[in-house]
């Protein structure tokens, strides 16, 4: 198991509706990582109003994600056991600095199977 962080960097104004700057662009987790999403200073992010599974696709985490507590960022456990190999969307939930809109965001997820790690 590890621990894998996601970056906010900062939001691309150029597309309609915005969407959020990832470091990294897809994240590539193993069974059982736990990973944290963190708004860098600067971002023009003022807060991650959710980050939920596409309901679309399966679930790839066993618990969260979810707001850690007195923080602005969100940690969540990658499941225990993933036969394949494959690449999932998520969606963030996020508010820009100065406005109450919530904006979406659609990343990817690329889980390993049990046996890569």
């Not at 399966?58 to 499941?79: A, I």
């Not at 919530?102 to 199977?113: A, E, L, Q, R």
Request: charged share 25%; no cysteine.
């Amino acid at each position: 198991m590890a621990h894998r962080q996601v970056k906010i960097k900062g939001i691309d104004e150029s597309t309609d509706p915005p969407t959020l700057i990832l470091n990294p662009d897809t994240l590539d987790v193993n069974p059982d990582d736990k990973v944290t999403w963190k708004i860098d200073k600067g971002s023009g992010v003022e807060s991650i109003e959710s980050i939920s599974p596409d309901p679309k696709n399966p679930n790839v985490f066993s618990e969260g994600p979810s707001k850690l507590h007195k923080s602005s960022s969100w940690r969540g456990t990658v499941g225990p056991y993933e036969p394949t190999k494959h690449v999932e969307n998520y969606t963030i939930g996020y508010k820009k600095k100065g406005h109450n809109t919530v904006y979406k965001f659609d990343p990817k997820i690329s889980v390993n199977p049990r046996n890569a790690t």
